[in-house]
């Protein structure tokens, strides 16, 4: 898997939560309760919106357009059935945050017909 530079731990001196790009998908980097780093996907599956901007409570975000929950660690959406957000691998290198290009493995083909059935 093929790891890019996409921060620094010095970044979450202030805040848990970051939104990067990486190959043109925006990608959350969070950094949970007990200091461990995450990446995920920020696109939330219903229209889209950016769940970083949203409400932050512990390890739930909750999109700012309608309200879904999605848990940070897990990518699982809490109060809709709707499949869950991707997730990257991430190493520390130093004080360097790497992320993998590509989503693991067992969320890379996973498609939501709800995304869909919005458009």
């Known amino acids: 898997m093929d790891y890019i530079k996409a921060a620094n731990i010095n970044d979450?001196?202030?805040?848990?939560?970051k939104s990067?790009?990486?190959l043109g998908k925006k990608i959350g980097i969070i950094k949970d309760l007990n200091?461990?780093?995450y990446a995920i996907e920020v696109g939330c599956k219903h229209q889209g919106a950016d769940i970083t901007r949203g409400h932050i409570s512990g390890n739930?975000?909750?999109?700012?357009r309608?309200?879904?929950q999605f848990d940070l660690l897990t990518?699982?959406?809490l109060n809709q059935n709707a499949s869950k957000l991707k997730k990257y691998g991430l190493k520390i290198e130093g004080d360097v945050i790497m992320i993998s290009t590509k989503p693991l493995p067992e969320d890379e083909e996973e498609d939501d017909p709800l995304l869909h059935f919005f458009d």
Do not use: L
């Not at 979450?12 to 939560?17: A, E, H, M, V, Y």
């Not at 739930?60 to 700012?64: E, F, G, L």
């Open 66 to 68: 309608h309200g879904w």
């Open 20 to 22: 990067v790009t990486i």
């Open 60 to 64: 739930v975000a909750t999109c700012p």
């Open 75 to 77: 990518g699982e959406c």
């Open 35 to 37: 200091s461990e780093f």
């Open 12 to 17: 979450f001196k202030n805040s848990r939560i």
